[in-house]
Structures are given as structure tokens and as C-alpha cells.
């Protein structure tokens, strides 16, 4: 296998060399971009946009001029030679999207393999991911997360979806529509379980907002208020621990006390229980005075 070592000169001297660049841009307020990406932006040769009119608003706001052209997953067959031919004669092209990191829910994929097949230097200017916006402010765990973007809108594929899904041990991190939003909490509450969940819509814009609870919860109020408009991540929390009873941590506790201190097997024990630490501790007690 061939490994392919890319040099990038620093771009702090505001040397943008020839290659692809991949260009985040923000996911609402236009405050969110950052100078490295305007500073390529400028440079460009060309820009490969989703939507030409959408970029061209942004570019139009910093006063940036060049040429656009319309990259998206219909075109892409016709298009991708044409940007392949001005990268390999030397010229710089960026690839944005309608809003966040292009190829996350976004195209742009078959560009940059395009791109590799011809020893093209990519290079990345990472920005606003609306996904990682969600985590962040959700406040569910952000260790281990998995990025699941938009579920299959036909029912039956949805529920196989989210079955297959169940048992997968990080947050998760879904896209949807506001129109399917309500269907969505109802369908996760069924197949996931009634799991602790947050809704965040418009981020970074005028309507933003963040609403937390249990799915079911989150559907009722959503069904109650009507379906909210706006784009929207929901982040739902990781398969949570069954709750194990005092007799099934009796036989863990009297098991892991074999081997370990009282401290350790209590430790254990409370986390693979789903149990509270001083309720273990109890437990724990009893068994070893006996
Ligand atoms: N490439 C984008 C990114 O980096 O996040 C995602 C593009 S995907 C076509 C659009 C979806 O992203 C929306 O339907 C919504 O689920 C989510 N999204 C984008 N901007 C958002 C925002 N400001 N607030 C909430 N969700 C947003």
C-alpha cells in the first residue's frame, strides 16, 4: 500500500497553496467562520458550493469575489472532472456547503476521492459541525458518541434502524426535520427506550433553543406545542444501565469479595448494577460482616 505523505506549508503567512480545500462554514450566525477559512476563500480559484446563491450570500458579506460553481450529489459526475482538471493544473478550489463542514450530512465525498485517486493534495478547514454544536450544549455524556445524521423516513426502515442501534453503548447523535420531529421522538421512545434526550434547534440563530428531558417527555410537549420549525439535532443518551435488584447485587457483591476489597467490589459492583454507590456500600457491608 502506497502511503501518501501530504506537505502543507503554514498558512499563517497567508500562503494558501494549489490543492482542494474543504471548507466549514458557519451553521447560522455569520459571525462563525474562521479567518484561515476566509483567507482561502479569498485565495480560490474556484468555489464548489451545494447551492451557489447560498454561498454567494456569505461571500457577498465578506466581501470576497470569485468564481462559484454548483457542486452537489446530481451533478457531481458531470462536475468532478472539470475541478479534478483546474487541481491538477495548479489552481486552488474550496468545497463548502449550504452550512457546516461539507460531507457530513453534506456532499463532497466522491470530490475528495476523486481528489486522493490523483495524488491532489486535500486539505481541511474545520469549523461548525451543527452535530458537535448539539453535544455540547445537550448535556448527556460527550466521551463516546456516535453520529447517526438522518434515519430512513419510511417506517419500517426507521423502526429496523433504530433496533439495530439499541444496544450501542455512546450518545447518539441524530439530524431531522422539524416536520418529522414529533413521529421521530415517539418512534425513538418506542424502539430505543425512554431515554434521557435533548432537542436543540437553530442553533447559533435568532430562534435558538434547547429543550431537555426523556423522549416521551420531549414528544408530548413537541405534540402538544405543534411542530416547532427550524433545523434540528436531537442528541439521546446511551442504552442506561438496567437497574439490577438487591438480590442480583447480593450474588455480585459475594462474588467480587473474593477477590477484591471491600472499596474495589463496591466500586464494581455499583457500576455494571446501574445501583447507587452508598446502596451498594450497604449491601456490601452486611454481606462482609457475615
Ligand atoms: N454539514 C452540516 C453540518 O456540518 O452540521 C449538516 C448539513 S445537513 C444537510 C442539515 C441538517 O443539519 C439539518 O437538517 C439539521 O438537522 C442540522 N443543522 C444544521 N444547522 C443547524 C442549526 N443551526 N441548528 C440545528 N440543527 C442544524
Do not use: W
Not at 451533478?75 to 460531507?103: E, H, W
Not at 433504530?162 to 424502539?191: C, G, H, P, W
Request: aromatic share 6%; net charge positive.
Amino acid at each position: 500500500m502506497t502511503i501518501l505523505i501530504e506537505k502543507h506549508k503554514s498558512l499563517e503567512r497567508g500562503d494558501t497553496e494549489p490543492g482542494l480545500y474543504i471548507v466549514a462554514t458557519p451553521i447560522g450566525n455569520l459571525g462563525d467562520i474562521t479567518l484561515r477559512a476566509l483567507q482561502i476563500l479569498h485565495k480560490s480559484d474556484l468555489v464548489a458550493c451545494e447551492d451557489t446563491r447560498v454561498t454567494r450570500r456569505l461571500l457577498s458579506h465578506y466581501n470576497i469575489k470569485v468564481p462559484t460553481t454548483s457542486y452537489n450529489d446530481h451533478n457531481a459526475k458531470k462536475v468532478i472532472p472539470r475541478i479534478i482538471k483546474l487541481l491538477q493544473s495548479g489552481k486552488i478550489v474550496a468545497l463548502v456547503s449550504d452550512a457546516g463542514t461539507p460531507l457530513i450530512s453534506d456532499p463532497g465525498y466522491r470530490l475528495v476521492l476523486a481528489a486522493i485517486s490523483k495524488n491532489i493534495p486535500i486539505t481541511a478547514a474545520p469549523g461548525p459541525v451543527a452535530a458537535v454544536a448539539a453535544l455540547t450544549i445537550a448535556g448527556l455524556p460527550t466521551d463516546k458518541f456516535l453520529f447517526i445524521g438522518f434515519l430512513p423516513t419510511k417506517k419500517g426502515a426507521k423502526k429496523n434502524y433504530l433496533k439495530e442501534i439499541k444496544n450501542i453503548q455512546a450518545t447518539l447523535v441524530f439530524y431531522e426535520s422539524s416536520q418529522r420531529l414529533i413521529e421521530t421522538l415517539y418512534d425513538m421512545t418506542e424502539y430505543l427506550g425512554n431515554r434521557s434526550a435533548a432537542v436543540m434547534r437553530e442553533i447559533t440563530k435568532k430562534f435558538e433553543e434547547t429543550k431537555r428531558g426523556s423522549l416521551k417527555e420531549l414528544a408530548d410537549q413537541f405534540s402538544e406545542e405543534g411542530a416547532p420549525r427550524g433545523e434540528i439535532v436531537i442528541i439521546v443518551s446511551s442504552l442506561e444501565p438496567i437497574k439490577m435488584s438487591d438480590q442480583e447485587i447480593d450474588v455480585l457483591i459475594t462474588k467480587e469479595l473474593v477477590n477484591n476489597t471491600l472499596r474495589d467490589s463496591v466500586n464494581i459492583v455499583a457500576q455494571s448494577s446501574g445501583r447507587a454507590r452508598r446502596e451498594v456500600y450497604k449491601r456490601a457491608l452486611i454481606i462482609s460482616k457475615k
